[in-house]
């Protein structure tokens, strides 16, 4: 089983539509969660940290639910500019694998006008 | 905010030779530096973590001695592919981090793209 596993997608939606992404994890003793977005034969970029309380920023909703090892991502009102790869990422401090980064294998997002 | 210099963006090479991918931190230091490789419409998978100073640590099933790393200073680290096949053409980005003030965060490079022909 992977450590970090994401529904692959294509999501194909229009513009301003709500579309939601899923990422489950199975190492219990990851400690940080974060969304990263990719574009295309770019390098990832933090989109955002995720908390077990839940954490809002614009359009974007981050969950955290431990006890399921399940991450989610909300985005709202849909824009073209999100059209990317979304990478679901975990931390698991501490050993010998201090601050390594463990990648799901991504969710592609298309917005259509 | 930080950066990660990464060189080159794209590189293109004859079977057998060697290819050196460079990432400076330019505005901190980094403590740890972190080697990726992506294929196409795969995920990032780490290759070896690098702490300054110290000797590459590999993942499972990744050669240390086709993959060099150095990480002599606190702000370059260089990945090296040698004797490089067309098997080795990816993406490679390197991650740079600092335990100097706590956990600091992840700064990635822009990435290499290597082509071996």
């Known amino acids: 089983r992977k450590e970090v596993e994401q529904d692959p997608g294509p999501f194909n939606v229009p513009e301003g539509a709500t579309v939601a992404f899923n990422c489950t994890y199975s190492?219990?003793?990851?400690?940080?969660f974060f969304w990263y977005r990719q574009d295309c034969r770019k390098e990832p970029k933090l989109l955002m940290s995720v908390y077990s309380s839940g954490n809002e920023d614009g359009r974007f909703t981050a969950q955290l639910n431990r006890a399921s090892q399940y991450i989610s991502l909300l985005i709202r009102d849909s824009k073209l500019s999100d059209s990317a790869t979304y990478l679901c990422?975990?931390?698991?401090?501490?050993?010998?694998?201090?601050?390594?980064?463990?990648f799901g294998q991504g969710t592609i997002l298309t917005v259509h006008p | 905010g930080a950066v990660v210099s990464q060189h080159p963006s794209r590189v293109i090479c004859k079977s057998g030779t060697s290819v050196k991918i460079e990432c400076r931190s330019l505005?901190?230091?980094?403590?740890?530096m972190f080697w990726y490789r992506q294929f196409p419409k795969k995920s990032l998978m780490l290759m070896a973590t690098s702490n300054e100073g110290s000797k590459a640590t590999y993942e499972q099933g990744v050669e240390k001695d086709k993959f060099l790393i150095n990480h002599a200073s606190l702000t370059l680290s260089t990945l090296t592919v040698t004797s490089a096949h067309p098997e080795d053409s990816s993406f490679y980005i390197c991650?740079?981090?600092?335990?100097?003030?706590?956990?600091?965060?992840?700064?990635f490079g822009s990435g290499t793209r290597l082509t071996v022909v």
């Open positions: 991650s740079a981090t600092t335990l100097l003030t706590g956990l600091y965060g992840y700064t």
């Open positions: 505005d901190f230091q980094a403590t740890t």
């Open positions: 190492n219990s003793a990851s400690q940080s």
């Open positions: 990422v975990v931390i698991k401090l501490g050993g010998t694998s201090y601050g390594k980064l463990t």
